[in-house]
């Protein structure tokens, strides 16, 4: 690891299923020296693809962390599913990351996925690269995929490189940088490459997005305009210094071109990441809140500040147990040192620290500011903690898991294994975020809930071969989520005997709704903490509420999107108004005002894109309009025509063998989670009668 941190790059490669992340991790690494031998996606053999359902599957499940050297910089590299149902993975990882690699297929374009992961880089401000990958296959088209970037993300990409030759002619890409081509040899797995002059039937096209790059440029860098403007031209190095000042700030981004599979077009790739893309040093200070007057503060990233990291993701390790991945932003985390985590508001014991290899571990003595490791050990942390100085605690902003969309009933299949299942389920969800598992009080099931039919199929699975837990499910179903649609105030009195003890105090709570999308709050108003100033009972009080929100007041669905906040209260005798009546009277002093406040269901619903042949429309769209669907945009693509739709997701089961019916197998689709909305009439009857 270098101990220069403006040679430190912390990125991710991330995109659309099956654009080809995982192949193009393979060929850094390859390249790289970290492997002597690529692997394949199709052969089950990639070093990143570890999981035995990955290499089932052919698809990422879990983000990998992996180290490599490129041109004397360390490279830290988080390979991040593409599959809509591990979207979480790609959250927690642009969360800690300083810059990402965005793929795409030169043939799919932005696929909805892609759109997803484009956002959620938005969202935390991560520069990146495009890389148009798989420009051998048959379709394949360099210039549509850059104006859908434009046109799509609204993204202000602009080519590094042009390709030579298309499909399978493909063999090399055009420096637009330095004006020359690389032409890749395919006996020596791209290895050897030869630069040259540029192609003459070229020339032409390479000069004029030379000039397009270089006005481009010119024009969002006030650094480099007058000497454009002198010369007509910028050197080398103004042109450079320009790009990586944009990309850093978030103004530009680059894209370039190959084909990973063909070992063609990495290793330009690799330069830009070390040319373009920000080293931890480059990056704002990370704003942290104080723990003690809840003011904000600001830690540069270096070994002199305080401590000050992350735990980004938790995995469990056969060998070792809980391994809690960390990136540390601050400050210096050393082995055998203790760190203080302000949640929880204890110290916590470094007994080891690694370094990740995809499935494999180097130990280390330390982790400095804009590292990425793992440590072994901890106690009580759990994804989102923030592991600091305990001097002057401060904790990071949490990150924050998507709503589960389906769930399926689980039991074990013996009596026996009740305690396994449910310690089994325990380790699951301190991984995942998005696997949550809760018991059914009317019921008594056990309901496992998660992202998608996939998701939950993994799940399984992992129980019963990583935990040696049996489980009978159940058939996977829509998970409905509860709301208000109108404000509502109840006073509500708790008066009850209990175990030969009366528990009495009466509460004022008002419901009101939020936007879609907006969770839920609950709070304690002025004057009922000053009322209650005992902070146990303000925490039961807290509780009494969550547990009401999570249990709902229709059909035992969680509610979201309402806010909720105890006014007052009414102490009737310091003896009877104990934790008891405080927690009972929140939960059912909730449920009371929610049943007024008009509640409703919302349904999951579902972005869809369905590539098909043009004689197939009429009959998909007759079929998206039974299933409720709503089309928003037709394309053509090619010789192919592309619906964008919203479906419902319950009416989505079994759409995979719908869609090759239709169009006898010729129609391609991909989906993710759009939003969640008002079920219809119909939908809330239904539900009501089961």
Known sequence: ???????????????????????????????????????????????????????????????????????????????????????MEVERSLRVLDGAVCVFCAVGGV???????????????????????KMDRMGADFGRVVEELRGKLKANACPIELPIGKEENFTGVIDLINMKSIVYDEATEGKKFTVGEIPAELKDDAEMARVELVEKVADLDEGVMEAYLENGDLTKDELMGAIRRLVVAGKFVPVLCGTSLRDKGVQPLLDAVCAFLPSPDDRPPVTATDLKSEAKVERKQNDSELLTSLVFKIATDPYVGKLFFVRVYGGVLKKGANAYNPRTKKRERIMKIVRLFADDQIEVDELHAGDIGAIVGLKEATTGDTLCAEMKPCYLERITAPQPVMFMAIEPKSSADKDKLVESMKALAAEDPTCQFREDEETGQTILSGMGELHLEILVDRLKREFKCAANVGKPMVSYVETITTPALKNFTFDRELGGK????????????????????????????????????????????????????????????????????????????????FRSAAMMGFREAAEAAKPEFLEPIMKLEITTPPESVGEVLGDLNARRGNVLNMEQRGDMQVLSARVPLAKLFGYSTAIRSLTKGRAGYSMEPDMFELAPQSVREEILSK
């Open 111 to 133: 696929q909805p996925q892609s759109e997803t992961v484009w956002r959620q880089a938005d969202r935390y401000n991560v520069p990146r690269l495009a890389f148009v990958n």
């Open 1 to 87: 690891m270098s101990s220069d941190l403006s040679k430190v790059r912390n990125i991710g490669i991330v995109a659309h299923i099956d654009a080809g992340k995982t192949t193009t991790t393979e060929r850094i690494l390859f390249y790289t020296g970290k492997i002597h031998k690529h692997g394949d996606v199709h052969d089950g053999n990639t070093t990143t693809d570890f999981m035995i359902q990955e290499r089932e599957r052919g698809i990422t499940i879990q983000s990998a962390a992996i180290s490599c050297e490129w041109d004397g910089h360390a490279i830290n590299i988080i390979d991040t599913p593409g599959h809509v149902d591990f979207t």
């Open 502 to 581: 009366r528990h009495a105090v009466e509460l004022k709570i008002e419901v009101r709704p939020l936007e879609r999308g907006k969770g839920h709050q609950v709070s304690l108003s002025r004057d009922f903490v000053n009322t209650v100033t005992d902070k146990h009972l303000q925490e039961c009080v807290t509780q009494g509420l969550e547990d009401g929100i999570a249990t709902g007041v229709l059909a035992r669905y969680p509610m979201t999107d309402l806010s909720v906040e105890c006014l007052s209260a009414t102490i009737i005798d310091p003896e009877v108004s104990d934790e008891v009546a």
